[in-house]
């Protein structure tokens, strides 16, 4: 069986997107919450790795996020906030 490597970061550099302010942030991420979370499953779940956790801080990299939802479903724990863009706003795809 091959394997094949596959770096998220470089595929989804052909995306584009209208990043909202930070006050109309489409997902809100309490930090105090993931600090006592058992498991990060945001972290594992995230298909562009938007979440890190650095120093006992959940650190999130709202301006990748492909919309999926799936850190809405994979967090537990009440720290993710998920809502739809604004109107225009949000990841572009240009290649389906």
């Given amino acids: 069986?091959?394997?094949?490597n596959f770096d998220i970061k470089n595929k989804i550099g052909v995306t584009s997107w209208e990043t909202d302010s930070h006050e109309n942030a489409h997902i809100v991420v309490n930090g105090n919450i993931c600090k006592n979370c058992p498991h990060h499953l945001c972290i594992a779940g995230c298909p562009?790795?938007?979440?890190?956790f650095?120093?006992?801080?959940?650190?999130?990299?709202?301006?990748?996020?492909v919309e999926c939802g799936t850190c809405d479903i994979m967090c537990d724990q009440g720290a993710v906030s998920w809502n739809n863009p604004r109107g225009t706003y949000g990841v572009k795809y240009s290649q389906g």
């Fill in 48 to 52: 562009t790795e938007c979440f890190k």
């Fill in 1 to 4: 069986m091959e394997v094949i």
């Fill in 54 to 65: 650095y120093e006992n801080e959940m650190v999130f990299q709202y301006e990748d996020c």
